[in-house]
C-alpha cells in the first residue's frame, strides 16, 4: 500500500480541515496505474464514477494520483469552473508536482489540499448550515 494509516488519516484530516474552510468537497483517488493516457482524462472518468458531481452547487474537487506511473491531475466540477479564472489550480498543481517530484505523495496531498481549500474558499465559503455531501475517505475502488 502506498500510504501508511497514519499517513492515511493526515490525508482525511487535511481534507476535514479544508471542509471546514469551504462549501466546497474534495476527493482523493489512488491507483497505481493510470488507465489512459492522458490523466486528466482519467481524473473526469473517475469523477463520474465517484458522483462527484452530485453536490448541491457542483464544487467539488477530484485529487486524482496514479503513483506507479508517476501522473496525477486535479478536476473541479462545472460550478467551480463557472466563477474561477482559467489558471486556478496551477498553483494547487505546482505543490503537488513540488512534493511528488521527491516521491512525498503524502505530503504533497495534505498541502494541495489544504491550498485548494483555501483558493475555494474565495468562491465557495463555508456555510454553517453545510452538510459533507461526499465522503472523506480516500477512494482506491477499482474503476473500470
Known amino acids: 500500500m502506498l500510504f501508511s494509516e497514519v499517513e492515511k488519516e493526515k ?3 487535511a481534507i476535514k480541515q479544508a471542509e471546514l474552510n ?3 468537497e474534495v476527493k482523493v483517488h489512488i491507483e497505481e496505474r493510470c488507465p489512459a493516457e492522458d490523466p486528466f482524462e482519467r481524473a473526469k472518468q473517475v469523477f463520474q464514477y465517484l458522483h462527484l458531481d452530485s453536490t448541491a452547487q457542483r464544487n467539488a474537487v477530484l485529487f486524482y494520483l496514479a503513483h506507479g506511473d508517476r501522473k496525477f ?3 473541479g466540477d462545472i460550478g467551480i469552473d463557472r466563477v474561477v479564472p482559467p489558471n486556478f489550480w496551477e498553483s494547487t498543481r505546482d505543490t503537488l508536482r513540488l512534493y511528488f517530484a521527491q516521491g512525498d505523495y503524502s505530503g ?3 498541502m494541495g ?3 485548494a481549500g483555501f483558493q475555494l474558499k474565495k468562491y465557495f465559503p463555508y456555510q454553517k448550515n453545510d452538510v459533507n455531501e461526499i465522503s472523506d475517505d480516500i477512494s482506491t475502488d477499482q474503476i473500470p
Do not use: D, H, M, R
Request: aromatic share 0%.
Open 108 to 110: 504533497g496531498l495534505q
Open 22 to 24: 469551504t462549501s466546497g
Open 11 to 13: 490525508i482525511i484530516a
Open 113 to 115: 489540499i489544504k491550498e
Open 73 to 75: 491531475a486535479v478536476l
